[in-house]
């Protein structure tokens, strides 16, 4: 089905097998040690056999007191029995304002521990401390989104190993087929009782939710929860089981709050930017999407936030109600499902500290998982039963492809998020800015292929309306709607003239630094190291 | 000694160019330039310098460029006026190619209920400003610029007029008052700006000085179309003066007031109540109405108060204005809605015009609906109201075959 079309070596000096895949990329075939499936095409990949396991716990090594609490996160650490070359895990729901993460390794260095792999579900700006753990071989590399100075770390080649980005479903995906084992999972619960039952919902360091950590507590070896908040047992609600916890362990604080609420979550005062967000909320209207029971998705960007406020005004003056809204949860959410006009908020993560708020109150805002919304292993999911999803991109071409992790300088700067398995749903638009600081958005072909264009159903953005012209469905009933649709390459060709594009292309070498896995696990595209 | 160097900019300023050039006699074109996004921009920005010290005839000289994300017709502006300090007998020009989309008419009695302040060094707000379709836009030389920028700006707004595309919005220029304003226009007529808005006039003579600065421009590069005028009053003088200067030129379409400037020449608070300019905004709107031109009411500076953006424009429609100025594009849609006719407007505007369509038809001189005699200027204004419904989608085009 593949051929083997070159050779290379990744900054490292091993030897990679480059191929190239259904979507004309070239990936590797081994990545970091395991071996991996080159991309088939959408819907195209079909595994069997059974998935993995936890090792099988025994109750009675566990006090009968349900007491699991240890005297320090070293104490817990040096527990776990880690060895050189395992995997920590952690969840992401502090974002910006994680507390303890940086701890984590700062106590493995000391106990000189080398080449370990961090598979958290996100990182942030905060974990800049890390590039000094992969410095001096504490951790031999990153599994998980890249952002800010981690990005820049590996995007030089200095990362000892490949990047792999992978989706929030992607993840689960990853842990049940195997390919990443958990060795200890690491989850910070602003509150929790003393047999690991634990929440994010309530307690100083409230985040909202823990279900990034779920999949970690299922089927990590070994799993410490670290809260700043410990009630007397049960501590109620639980999210994650202390059933699958090993250690708990109390420290003064675990997460800053208010760095939730980090850039890509805050509203756009943007004029353009709240221009896109009208008229994407424009045409979810005129193509009859928002009516009554209708589902729809908003992720973090600033644009998608104000569609939902634009969207909300528009429900409002038609009398529509929506049956239920998929989080990233936010204040404008928040206040919709209180006015009435969503029946549930399905919450994946929390946004701000109003949404922390609701879903403690509010019956009607409720905490899901990656597993209940996107992973690839279930038995269906969530994100295929939205009606529409609007997203963000760095990049898009005229085939519909699009892009969330380099720009097109070839820098590698964002995770992928929950946004590929967002592609799934009945209409995913994509709402952006035509160009950025004059770099165009519409390119000829995307520098990293995160997303299929098939999927990909329409691209808003200040300068009109791209409709797939799959969506034959969508383009007949925006016709009459007064609605600047224009086709793809000629929004391109306006934006081109005003930039002066083409632009230089970054000088790409065949070193691999970093992967981008698809949904199913297989290998879409690679990311190439810049020569400087 | 140190050669002297000559700049245009401020290093740290987003999305702009900051040039600087230090002059020579010998040794040829030195050209170094520092961007963060080399790897995608540098063989452009290495171009537009050769290419524009091509056009100013340069050959020494060390040319310095740090680009933090600004347009290419804005360095080129820059460079032409950091060689053209240095070399002042320089009289060619570095024009960036007249692009299509900047070639398109204005025309004397078009609406402008909103027109958009842009200041004249910020190419960034420029691209899209078109998008958010305010009547007009003004690239802004006066207030907004600061002293030392106002070479530069003046270069920047003419390639930008040459470059960018406004959608169809009329596009205005402030100029600086007196012989400053009178070289901005030396700069900016001939590339197709479409109304020049004099600031701070007080009488006839002003705006004639400005009227045939622009003539003779006109006559020299070969300008056909008119360039349309609109004085701004801004003091107890040019309140008093309105008539004389609404009538003192056929170019001028309209007279604005801005209030800022006025209320402190009368030794006032401006407040959003407005009582203070009662008079002068009433003596505006007469003087327009009987020079036969618009009337333009003031800016509404607090872009965050849509409620009190409203009011006030309802306000000016109630005193008779024609349109408002903005800072923001946010308040572009609010001051369209609230100059739009009202239904009942709309409907007794029908009525007037069918009346006058029978009237002509049957080649009448009066024209009546029901029992009562409609006099001409309120057909007029029935007109006016049936073209602004329109423009505002309140009403079909061919309402009147449906």
């Not at chain 1, 756009?268 to 930017?273: A, E, H, L, M, Q």
Request: proline share 4%; charged share 25%.
């Amino acid at each position: 089905m593949f051929s083997v079309v070159s050779v290379v070596k990744t900054s490292m000096g091993q030897k990679l097998k480059l191929i190239k895949n259904k979507a004309g990329r070239m990936v590797p075939t081994i990545v970091n040690g395991v071996k991996s499936i080159p991309f088939k095409g959408v819907g195209k990949h079909f595994p069997k056999g059974v998935k993995a396991a936890p090792p099988i716990s025994i109750c009675q090594d566990y006090p009968t007191s349900g007491n699991k609490v240890v005297d320090s996160l070293k104490d817990a650490l040096e527990k776990c029995n880690i060895k050189n070359g395992m995997t920590i895990s952690n969840h992401h729901h502090f974002r910006n304002g994680d507390l303890v993460m940086n701890k984590v390794f700062d106590i493995l260095a000391k106990a000189g521990k080398k080449n370990l792999r961090w598979f958290p579900s996100a990182s942030f700006p905060c974990h800049e401390p890390m590039t000094k753990h992969m410095e001096n071989g504490v951790i031999g590399h990153i599994e998980g989104s890249l952002n800010g100075p981690l990005g820049k770390y590996a995007s030089d080649g200095k990362m000892n190993g490949l990047a792999v980005l992978r989706s929030h479903g992607g993840r689960w995906q990853a842990v049940q087929d195997g390919e990443v084992h958990i060795d200890v999972a690491i989850i910070a619960a602003p509150t929790a009782d003393a047999f690991g039952n634990c929440t994010g919902d309530r307690g100083p360091s409230a985040c909202g939710l823990l279900g990034f950590g779920l999949v970690d507590s299922l089927y990590a070896d070994k799993v410490i929860v670290v809260t700043d908040n410990l009630v007397e047992f049960p501590c109620i609600p639980w999210q994650i089981q202390g059933n699958n916890v090993d250690y708990v362990v109390v420290m003064d604080k675990v997460g800053d709050p208010e760095k939730i609420v980090s850039g890509t979550t805050r509203l756009t005062k943007s004029p353009d930017r709240l221009f896109i967000a009208e008229l994407t909320a424009k045409f979810v209207k005129a193509a009859g999407i928002m009516k009554d029971g209708f589902s729809f998705q908003a992720g973090a960007g600033g644009t998608a936030l104000a569609f939902a406020i634009y969207l909300k005004e528009m429900m409002k003056e038609k009398g529509i109600k929506a049956r239920f809204i998929r989080g990233g949860s936010t204040k404008y959410l928040v206040e919709m499902l209180e006015e009435g006009l969503t029946d549930y908020i399905l919450d994946g993560q929390t946004f701000d500290l109003e949404g922390v708020r609701s879903i403690r109150e509010n019956v009607g805002h409720v905490n899901t998982s990656p597993f209940t919304s996107y992973n690839w292993h279930g038995k269906g999911n969530f994100a295929s039963m939205l009606d529409a999803v609007v997203l963000g991109a760095t990049e898009v071409d005229v085939n519909f492809n699009a892009n969330v992790v380099t720009h097109s300088d070839g820098q590698m700067l964002h995770g992928i998020g929950g946004w590929q398995n967002c592609l799934s749903s009945k209409c995913t638009i994509l709402s952006i800015p035509s160009f950025r600081n004059r770099i165009p958005i519409i390119l000829n072909k995307v520098t990293t292929l995160v997303g299929p264009g098939e999927l990909i159903d329409v691209i808003v953005t200040e300068r009109g309306i791209a409709i797939n012209p799959k969506r034959e469905d969508l383009i007949k009933a925006t016709k009459r709607s007064g609605l600047p649709i224009r086709k793809i390459e000629e929004i391109k060709e306006e934006v081109d003239e005003l930039v002066g594009a083409p632009l230089d292309r970054p000088n790409f070498t065949d070193e691999v630094i970093g992967v981008v896995k698809w949904v199913d696990g297989t290998v879409l595209d690679s990311i190439f190291k810049v020569a400087h | 000694m140190p050669k002297k160097k000559y700049s245009s900019g401020n290093p740290t300023a987003k999305s702009d160019f900051y040039v600087e050039f230090v002059p020579n006699n010998s040794g040829g074109v030195k050209i170094d330039i520092q961007s963060k996004t080399k790897v995608l921009h540098f063989s452009k920005i290495e171009n537009s310098c050769q290419n524009t010290l091509a056009d100013l005839k340069i050959k020494h000289g060390k040319l310095s460029v740090i680009d933090n994300g600004g347009q290419y017709f804005v360095l080129q502006a820059r460079i032409e006026v950091v060689v053209k300090s240095a070399h002042p007998g320089i009289i060619n020009e570095s024009l960036p190619l007249l692009k299509k989309h900047a070639q398109y008419k204005s025309s004397r009695n078009r609406f402008r209920r909103s027109r958009l302040y842009l200041p004249g060094t910020q190419a960034k707000l420029m691209l899209n400003a078109g998008i958010h379709q305010p009547d007009a836009i003004i690239l802004d030389l006066e207030d907004s610029i600061a002293p030392s920028e106002k070479n530069s700006a003046r270069i920047i707004v003419r390639n930008a007029l040459r470059t960018l595309d406004f959608f169809g919005a009329e596009r205005m220029v402030r100029i600086n008052q007196g012989n400053l304003g009178l070289k901005d226009l030396e700069a900016i007529v001939p590339h197709n700006v479409h109304l020049i808005l004099v600031p701070k006039v007080e009488n006839a003579k002003q705006l004639k000085a400005v009227d045939d600065k622009i003539q003779n421009i006109r006559k020299d590069c070969g300008r056909k179309e008119p360039v349309y005028l609109m004085p701004i009053l801004e003091s107890a003088k040019g309140i008093l003066n309105s008539f004389e200067i609404a009538k003192a030129s056929k170019n001028n379409v309209a007279i604005a007031i801005g209030l800022e400037d006025y209320t402190a020449d009368i030794g006032v608070e401006r407040t959003n109540q407005g009582r203070e300019s009662l008079f002068a905004r009433s003596q505006v709107v007469n003087a327009a109405r009987s020079a036969g031109i618009q009337a333009i009411d003031t800016v509404f500076s607090d872009v965050g108060d849509d409620v009190g953006l409203r009011l006030s424009v309802q306000e000016a429609k109630e005193l008779g204005f024609d349109g408002k100025g903005c800072i923001h594009p946010r308040q572009i849609k609010p001051i369209h809605e609230e100059f739009a006719p009202s239904k009942t407007e709309i409907e007794k505007a029908k009525k007037i015009v069918l009346a006058f369509d029978i009237a002509e038809k049957k080649g009448l001189g009066v024209v009546s609906l029901g029992s009562k005699m409609i006099d001409p200027p309120v057909v007029k204004r029935a007109l006016q109201t049936i073209d602004l419904a329109i423009a505002t989608k309140l009403l079909n085009k061919n309402w009147k075959k449906n």
